[in-house]
Nanobody
Framework: QVQLVESGGGLVQPGGSLRLSCAAS????????MGWYRQAPGKERELVAG???????NYADSVKGRFTISRDNAKNTVYLQMNSLKPEDTAVYYC??????????????WGQGTQVTVSS
């Protein structure tokens, strides 16, 4: 059993900052890529940022220069530092991990999502 638990969402004013965290736990052997996706009402889920086990990162054009993804491999945790937030960043943010379980099964796992609302 693998679980991804997100935290850190909330309500913030435009221009503000939030830091999301996502901790993976359970029967994990190794974690390859981790990432953050988001889904706004009426829109498809989109990739926000991703990070490999080696630390290589990629970002959606809309968040480049404002968001930073990082991870702590020892804690199986990925972070998303979000600065200069805009109303259009409002969405449910989901953590994602591509990993191998202790039973040798590889797969993609999702967190339950955390709401981020940017509004004055």
């Amino acid at each position: 059993q693998v679980q991804l638990v997100e935290s850190g969402g909330g309500l913030v004013q435009p221009g503000g900052s939030l830091r999301l965290s996502c901790a993976a736990s359970g029967s994990i052997f190794s974690i390859n890529a981790m990432g953050w996706y988001r889904q706004a009402p009426g829109k498809e889920r989109e990739l926000v940022a991703g990070i490999t086990s080696g630390g290589s990162t990629n970002y959606a054009d809309s968040v480049k220069g404002r968001f930073t993804i990082s991870r702590d491999n020892a804690k199986n945790t990925v972070y998303l530092q979000m600065n200069s937030l805009k109303p259009e960043d409002t969405a449910v943010y989901y953590c994602n991990a591509f990993l191998s379980t202790s039973q040798g099964v590889m797969g993609r796992y999702w967190g339950q999502g955390t709401q981020v609302t940017v509004s004055s």
